[in-house]
């Protein structure tokens, strides 16, 4: 055996800290935890935390048809001012038709 003033003060260190986790005979939680846990993939966390942003699956849901709802009204007020405009100049918006059908008939 190592005679006890050649060894580093890490290793005395090191085996300080072995005796007092052998006299206490437990371990921190988060060791126990971990060990209970081993096969888990998955890290031990000793707290979760919920914010602002948390949101029920109702809230999701009126914001995800308000938001196809805004969408929707969107589209429609598009619709409406390409109907006006072509009520205005419809001459114009048959030359427009007529030039587009002409190139997508010469790519065809």
Same mark, same amino acid.
């Given at each position: 055996?190592?005679n006890?003033?050649n060894?580093s003060p890490?290793?005395?260190?090191?085996q300080?800290?072995q005796?007092?986790?052998d006299r206490?005979?437990?371990e921190?939680d988060?060791?126990k935890?971990? @060990?209970?846990?081993f096969? &888990?993939?998955?890290? +031990? /966390?000793?707290s979760?935390?919920?914010?602002?942003n948390?949101?029920t699956?109702?809230?999701r849901s009126?914001?995800?048809?308000?938001?196809?709802?805004?969408?929707?009204g969107?589209?429609?007020?598009?619709?409406?001012?390409?109907?006006s405009?072509?009520? @205005?100049?419809?001459l114009? &918006?048959?030359?427009? +038709? /007529?030039?587009?059908?002409w190139l997508?008939?010469?790519?065809?």
């Amino acid at each position: 055996m190592a005679n006890q003033n050649n060894i580093s003060p890490a290793v005395r260190s090191l085996q300080n800290e072995q005796g007092d986790r052998d006299r206490r005979g437990t371990e921190g939680d988060l060791d126990k935890a971990l @060990e209970d846990t081993f096969p &888990a993939s998955d890290p +031990v /966390a000793m707290s979760s935390t919920t914010g602002p942003n948390d949101h029920t699956g109702n809230e999701r849901s009126r914001r995800r048809s308000s938001a196809s709802s805004d969408v929707k009204g969107s589209i429609d007020g598009y619709v409406a001012d390409i109907e006006s405009r072509i009520r @205005e100049k419809p001459l114009a &918006a048959a030359a427009i +038709v /007529a030039a587009l059908a002409w190139l997508y008939g010469r790519t065809r």
